[in-house]
């Protein structure tokens, strides 16, 4: 008997024709999944196969950074796998020289050296070409000069190695969980400023387990926790032996801190609770250069430990918004901005930030921030070189009117013979007419990371190694008997 042929009618919807090719797909791929059950689980959804049209379609390339790990951070500078790394190896071979004591000097010290000349005839300066296997950074013109000044570089070669490493974590491209900041914490929470690890343990910092991290970290935080260290009530810098403060830095901070700890006035959010709100504290950050950069994030953690004032944080100088054209464009100077400020009021309900491209005593003639108040005023100096000769001169009409404000300054150097350079000029300069607030001597919150300077090899410095502070001097009014 034949066989009968069964004919469907063909639809003319086209969402039925969609379907029946839709189902199709789910066949073939179903079909396909159970030849293969261990790379397609039941639970998954089903994957349509892509067309060829675009299966066929390369996938465009991108260059990313190389992935170091942890044991894989030591690379000589000019074969580093971090193009940007190698570019700094370039920018040093062609600018810094050679500092074999036998070649004729380039640059002023920086830290306190007492090397002899080894060779009578001093030869001409030479940019260093070689890079030491140890450290992996350009050090010596020569293999010769090299290995014939090894021991004093071996006092350096070690820390120029962890310089190294460091840089390379940086472009290493990992996750940095040591750059997440806690918020605000209740007052109740009392913050330790004993060292690093008790700021960051009181403060609710995630824990930071590795040194390198630690490193990373306190280079950015050692800005605002260096002046909140000094500010707070409970700062490690008191009158006590050994605490570095003077009578007269007890006097100046002692009014600082009466309103930087305000007791509670009892306000509320109705109408009886109203209470007026005492002014921003100015800290006017002079000479701005990498710190007016940083994060915004970083600058909040300094209002975080004053949770009951706000701050107005003021970036003065030259270089204060160098290669930030694209984040923040220069404002065009008016009739109502006459120094081109840049206002950044949307930092936190607690912090404003402006910076001005100008020098200060360009501000001060103008009467710009006058008046001055004690309790509510201080200047910050970080790293000012106040007695290097490439930038004395352009102090030297700053700091007798920052004398005249009779409000506190604080300065940080680089090394030990950064920060006595500085307070040397200070007393050859201004013929005594200032009051030492806090003595010389090591920052507890400095940065625990070292940096290279590129046009030195030699030369290696740390953020903020160092602090002191000083005033305008003040004469107390004597009453005299009259006859």
């Given at each position: 008997m034949p066989r009968l042929s069964t004919f469907k009618p063909i639809s003319r919807n086209p969402s039925v024709k969609n379907q029946n090719v839709t189902t199709g797909l789910l066949q073939q791929k179903r079909a396909a999944s159970s030849l293969r059950p261990q790379e397609q689980s039941v639970d998954e959804p089903v994957e349509i196969p892509t067309p060829d049209g675009l299966a066929s379609t390369p996938v465009p390339t991108t260059v990313e950074r190389p992935l170091l790990q942890p044991d894989n951070l030591f690379h000589l500078f000019s074969f580093s796998p971090s193009r940007q790394i190698r570019k700094r190896a370039d920018y040093i071979k062609q600018?810094?020289?050679?500092?074999?004591?036998?070649?004729?000097?380039?640059?002023?010290?920086?830290?306190?050296?007492?090397?002899?000349?080894?060779?009578?005839?001093?030869?001409?300066?030479?940019?260093?070409?070689?890079?030491?296997?140890?450290?992996?950074?350009?050090?010596?013109?020569?293999?010769?000069?090299?290995?014939?000044?090894?021991?004093?570089?071996?006092?350096?070669?070690?820390?120029?190695?962890?310089?190294?490493?460091?840089?390379?974590?940086?472009?290493?491209g990992r996750f940095f969980p040591e750059f997440e900041y806690p918020g605000p914490q209740m007052e109740e929470a009392l913050v330790n400023m004993t060292n690093w690890d008790t700021f960051l343990y009181s403060r609710e910092f995630n824990a930071i387990n590795e040194p390198r991290s630690m490193r990373q970290a306190t280079r950015l935080l050692t800005y605002p926790v260096t002046i909140g260290s000094v500010l707070h009530e409970l700062s490690p810098y008191n009158i006590r032996r050994g605490g570095r403060l003077t009578v007269e830095g007890l006097k100046s901070l002692s009014a600082l801190r009466y309103t930087l700890h305000p007791p509670r006035t009892g306000a509320g959010l109705d109408i009886k609770g109203l209470r007026p709100n005492p002014p921003p504290t100015r800290i006017f950050i002079l000479g701005a250069r990498a710190e007016s950069s940083l994060p915004r994030e970083v600058w909040v953690q300094l209002s975080h430990m004053f949770p009951r004032v706000s701050f107005h944080l003021i970036f003065i100088g030259p270089e204060s918004m160098a290669n930030r054209d694209s984040e923040f464009p220069l404002p065009i100077r008016t009739p109502s901005n006459p120094f081109g400020a840049i206002v950044e009021d949307r930092i936190s309900h607690q912090m404003k930030i402006s910076t001005f491209v100008e020098y200060y005593h360009t501000l001060h003639e103008a009467n710009l921030f006058y008046p001055y108040d004690p309790y509510f005023d201080c200047f910050m100096l970080f790293h000012p070189g106040l007695g290097h000769p490439a930038s004395s001169l352009e102090w030297e009409k700053t700091i007798p009117q920052l004398l005249e404000t009779k409000v506190p300054i604080f300065c940080t150097g680089y090394t030990e013979y950064d920060m006595d350079r500085d307070r040397s000029w200070i007393e050859k300069t201004m013929n005594g007419e200032y009051d030492l607030?806090?003595?010389?001597?090591?920052?507890?919150?400095?940065?625990?990371?070292?940096?290279?300077?590129?046009?030195?090899?030699s030369d290696v410095t740390c953020?903020?190694?160092?602090?002191?502070?000083?005033?305008?001097?003040?004469?107390?009014?004597?009453?005299?008997?009259?006859?």
């Open positions: 600018h810094a020289f050679c500092p074999h004591p036998n070649h004729q000097g380039t640059h002023q010290p920086t830290i306190h050296q007492d090397r002899e000349v080894k060779d009578s005839s001093l030869q001409k300066p030479e940019y260093v070409r070689f890079e030491c296997p140890d450290c992996g950074i350009p050090v010596s013109c020569s293999e010769d000069h090299w290995a014939d000044d090894y021991e004093f570089h071996m006092g350096l070669c070690d820390t120029l190695r962890e310089i190294n490493e460091d840089d390379h974590d940086l472009q290493s607030l806090m003595e010389p001597g090591e920052n507890r919150f400095r940065s625990l990371r070292w940096d290279l300077n590129d046009l030195n090899p953020g903020n190694w160092g602090i002191w502070a000083f005033r305008g001097k003040r004469y107390e009014t004597t009453m005299k008997d009259v006859e």
